[in-house]
């Protein structure tokens, strides 16, 4: 073998199908070869990973940087900058923005305004409502990963940011459908009734309650089971393929099992809050802890879990959402004021390393749910896993860190409002990331540059 760029020796080199320890070899930016410890090919550097794990760069498809709108809360530096700290080599942003993605030129324009600000790859998904279906087809021709659309209703006061997004009622959610299974590209769906929160949140209002677990009670389960119900026997009818985003219940996990079994193209996400936290939590954290779905109970959040070890969840996504304190402490005063949403970029692998350190997860498993089985449902050909022809994207792992979350530490613009996993003892800690065989975080420091992230699209589907 000629001399190449980089080697990676001596690391647990982790996969889907293995685990098992070897040289990784680099050249331009791609994996070319992977070796046994024995041989170690020549290389202008080489980095020492023995003790360490060596997996693929974690793949992060939901998430929220508000650039170039909202610039206070996050950019895509800044955004950029805690993935590359939390071993995050590629995103890919919704559309939520002023103006949202929901037009060939406003993608366009998205990625002319952040391109020289991101430190890694990145994709995004154009918004599919009522007020743009015939701009759909064109946003698939123009690289858009998917398409995101709410349920529910625009929040009061942000309607630009929501343009194109809402499908408004279930004639247009049906015409949403027709029209992505043209394009063969996934479309992602906010799963929440609209009409049933109007009813439980006019109820909660009518005994004018504003405390944050009046939140809790407005959006009930029921409200995501039956738009998943309604969506899913929509999706059978028109052909699409279908993401159901941030799932946080076991009774709509059960209906997709079903569907998936008569044949329909489902895949699903859930985060971490809704794994690892409960109602409870916004006792404490108050309108910190207000998302959309809100936090669940205890046995809901158990029962989540058993999804995940099916491989019903195929993937695991921070819906990382930024706000300024001030927008949500109003939520103390009345939490129907605060907006929904909780940041998560740095801490999506920490929190499921901490799953494997504890049994709860294998190596295996992590891979399929962070990364490999993201570039599969995205066609992202090039991403997601370590094998030959692959880009370069690591994350290294010491597992024998243990160590305490500190929101002070983070890159994000919003770690003021990240309260819920702050202070969490972790055991296992990513400390070292490389995109295309570039070294970007080390040992908790950034040292990756704005402009050196690209914009990735799907591969063709007759790419040989």
């Given at each position: 073998?000629?001399?190449?760029?980089?080697?990676?020796?001596?690391?647990?080199?982790?996969?889907?199908?293995?685990?098992?320890?070897?040289?990784?070899?680099?050249?331009?930016?791609?994996?070319?070869?992977?070796?046994?410890?024995?041989?170690?090919?020549?290389?202008?550097?080489?980095?020492?990973?023995?003790?360490?794990?060596?997996?693929t760069g974690v793949i992060e498809p939901h998430l929220h940087l508000r650039d170039p709108s909202k610039n206070e809360r996050e950019d895509f530096t800044?955004?950029?900058?805690?993935?590359?700290?939390?071993?995050?080599?590629?995103?890919?942003?919704?559309?939520?923005?002023?103006?949202?993605?929901?037009?060939?030129?406003?993608?366009?324009?998205?990625?002319?305004?952040?391109?020289?600000?991101?430190?890694?790859?990145?994709?995004?998904?154009?918004?599919?409502?009522?007020?743009?279906?015939?701009?759909?087809?064109?946003?698939?021709?123009?690289?858009?990963?998917?398409?995101?659309?709410?349920?529910?209703?625009?929040?009061?006061?942000?309607?630009?940011?929501?343009?194109?997004?809402?499908?408004?009622?279930?004639?247009?959610?049906?015409?949403?459908?027709?029209?992505?299974?043209?394009?063969?590209?996934?479309?992602?769906?906010?799963?929440?009734?609209?009409?049933?929160?109007?009813?439980?949140?006019?109820?909660?209002?009518?005994?004018?309650?504003?405390?944050?677990?009046?939140?809790?009670?407005?959006?009930?389960?029921?409200?995501?089971?039956?738009?998943?119900?309604?969506?899913?026997?929509?999706?059978?009818?028109?052909?699409?393929?279908?993401?159901?985003?941030?799932?946080?219940?076991?009774?709509?996990?059960?209906?997709?099992?079903?569907?998936?079994?008569?044949?329909?193209?489902?895949?699903?996400?859930?985060?971490?809050?809704?794994?690892?936290?409960?109602?409870?939590?916004?006792?404490?954290?108050?309108?910190?802890?207000?998302?959309?779905?809100?936090?669940?109970?205890?046995?809901?959040?158990?029962?989540?879990?058993?999804?995940?070890?099916?491989?019903?969840?195929?993937?695991?996504?921070?819906?990382?959402?930024?706000?300024?304190?001030?927008?949500k402490e109003i939520g103390y005063e009345d939490i129907f004021k605060a907006?929904?949403?909780?940041?998560?970029?740095?801490?999506?692998?920490?929190?499921?390393?901490?799953?494997?350190?504890?049994?709860?997860?294998?190596?295996?498993?992590?891979?399929?749910?962070?990364?490999?089985?993201?570039?599969?449902?995205?066609?992202?050909?090039?991403?997601?896993?370590?094998?030959?022809?692959?880009?370069?994207?690591?994350?290294?792992?010491?597992?024998?860190?243990?160590?305490?979350?500190?929101?002070?530490?983070?890159?994000?613009?919003?770690?003021?409002?990240?309260?819920?996993?702050?202070?969490?003892?972790?055991?296992?800690?990513?400390?070292?990331?490389?995109?295309?065989?570039?070294?970007?975080?080390?040992?908790?420091?950034?040292?990756?540059?704005?402009?050196?992230?690209?914009?990735?699209?799907?591969?063709?589907?007759?790419?040989?």
């Amino acid at each position: 073998m000629s001399r190449v760029d980089l080697v990676i020796k001596g690391g647990t080199i982790v996969r889907s199908d293995a685990v098992f320890k070897g040289n990784i070899a680099v050249k331009d930016g791609v994996i070319v070869a992977i070796t046994d410890e024995a041989f170690v090919p020549a290389s202008e550097e080489c980095i020492d990973a023995t003790g360490q794990y060596v997996m693929t760069g974690v793949i992060e498809p939901h998430l929220h940087l508000r650039d170039p709108s909202k610039n206070e809360r996050e950019d895509f530096t800044s955004g950029t900058m805690a993935c590359a700290a939390g071993g995050i080599t590629t995103i890919v942003e919704h559309p939520v923005s002023t103006p949202s993605v929901h037009s060939a030129t406003t993608l366009r324009n998205r990625i002319e305004a952040v391109q020289h600000k991101s430190l890694i790859d990145f994709g995004f998904y154009g918004g599919a409502g009522y007020d743009n279906l015939d701009l759909m087809l064109e946003m698939a021709e123009a690289g858009i990963m998917g398409f995101k659309t709410f349920l529910p209703a625009s929040p009061p006061g942000r309607e630009q940011e929501f343009i194109g997004l809402n499908a408004k009622d279930d004639g247009f959610l049906y015409q949403i459908l027709e029209i992505a299974a043209k394009t063969d590209l996934p479309a992602l769906f906010h799963l929440e009734d609209n009409t049933l929160l109007q009813l439980f949140e006019g109820r909660v209002r009518a005994q004018g309650r504003k405390d944050p677990m009046a939140h809790i009670d407005s959006r009930p389960e029921i409200a995501e089971i039956v738009a998943t119900a309604k969506l899913l026997a929509m999706a059978q009818d028109t052909g699409a393929k279908v993401q159901l985003v941030h799932m946080s219940t076991d009774r709509g996990l059960e209906l997709a099992k079903f569907y998936r079994k008569q044949g329909v193209s489902i895949s699903i996400e859930s985060c971490p809050q809704y794994l690892l936290l409960s109602k409870e939590d916004m006792e404490a954290a108050g309108p910190f802890a207000k998302m959309n779905p809100p936090l669940r109970s205890k046995e809901t959040q158990r029962k989540l879990w058993n999804y995940v070890h099916d491989g019903t969840i195929d993937m695991i996504v921070t819906d990382h959402s930024p706000f300024l304190v001030s927008e949500k402490e109003i939520g103390y005063e009345d939490i129907f004021k605060a907006p929904p949403g909780h940041p998560g970029l740095e801490t999506l692998l920490p929190l499921m390393l901490n799953e494997v350190a504890n049994g709860r997860l294998t190596w295996q498993q992590l891979s399929s749910l962070l990364a490999e089985n993201v570039a599969r449902i995205y066609r992202m050909d090039q991403k997601g896993r370590i094998d030959i022809g692959k880009d370069a994207d690591f994350v290294l792992i010491d597992m024998k860190q243990e160590w305490k979350v500190d929101v002070s530490q983070m890159y994000t613009r919003s770690k003021g409002t990240f309260k819920l996993f702050d202070g969490w003892n972790i055991k296992g800690k990513p400390v070292k990331t490389i995109l295309r065989g570039k070294v970007i975080m080390e040992n908790g420091e950034v040292i990756g540059k704005p402009g050196e992230g690209r914009f990735i699209r799907p591969t063709p589907k007759n790419h040989a």
